[in-house]
């Protein structure tokens, strides 16, 4: 692995770590909704809505790399999954948010997810589908903390029931991903 390489690998590492972080950590939050919050909306929706915003159409975006750029039929094959369960997703959050109002924060996320794309479309190879599928599982796991912290806390009915209704297919990501990571690990042992 070259310097610029291994570089790729720490950024996007870091990234997807502080994906993860931020995910749980403002999933966690319970405090007041900030200022800029719709007053039907506790802290757990607001950031809930900002980050489930951002997030499906990033993996629509990155599933679409995947699908062209992926090493294997079964990356490839996940990186549709992404793309045709997610548009739907999107699709539903958006007539939630229509119906009550609701425009989402502009999250910090937002660069993060802006400098995966950018690692994403910039690696090649071995390194892309590592980074794909590290990321997907990171990706997966702050999702679901998220998803499971809206039904535990959110306060919005439609809210939760749509969370309720999605964790199950982010938890089948999850699994798909885990496998996905492991198959690539036994592969580069050999």
């Not at 770590?17 to 319970?30: E, F, G, K, N």
């Not at 900002?50 to 159409?57: I, V």
């Not at 790399?65 to 999954?81: C, D, M, P, Q």
Request: aromatic share 6%; hydrophobic share 45%.
């Amino acid at each position: 692995m070259n310097g610029t390489s291994a570089s790729r690998v720490i950024n996007l590492g870091l990234t997807c770590a502080l994906l993860w972080s931020a995910s749980t950590a403002i999933a966690s939050a319970q405090t007041a909704a900030p200022p800029e919050a719709p007053a039907t909306l506790n802290a757990v929706d607001f950031n809930f809505v900002g980050q489930a915003n951002l997030g499906a159409p990033f993996q629509i975006d990155s599933g679409r790399l995947a699908e062209t750029k992926g090493g294997s039929a079964a990356i490839r094959s996940y990186a549709h999954l992404m793309v045709t369960t997610h548009i739907p997703v999107v699709d539903a959050l958006n007539v939630i948010l229509k119906k009550e109002n609701i425009v989402p924060s502009n999250t910090l996320l937002h660069g993060a997810y802006d400098a995966m794309i950018y690692t994403l479309q910039a690696d090649r190879r071995a390194a892309f589908d590592r980074d794909y599928v590290n990321g997907q599982v990171e990706y997966q796991k702050g999702n679901a903390a998220l998803f499971e912290q809206e039904i535990q806390n959110g306060n919005d009915p439609e809210l939760k029931e749509f969370a309720r209704q999605t964790l199950p297919k982010i938890v089948d990501h999850l699994h798909r991903a885990e496998k996905l990571a492991a198959e690539l690990d036994r592969l580069a042992s050999k």
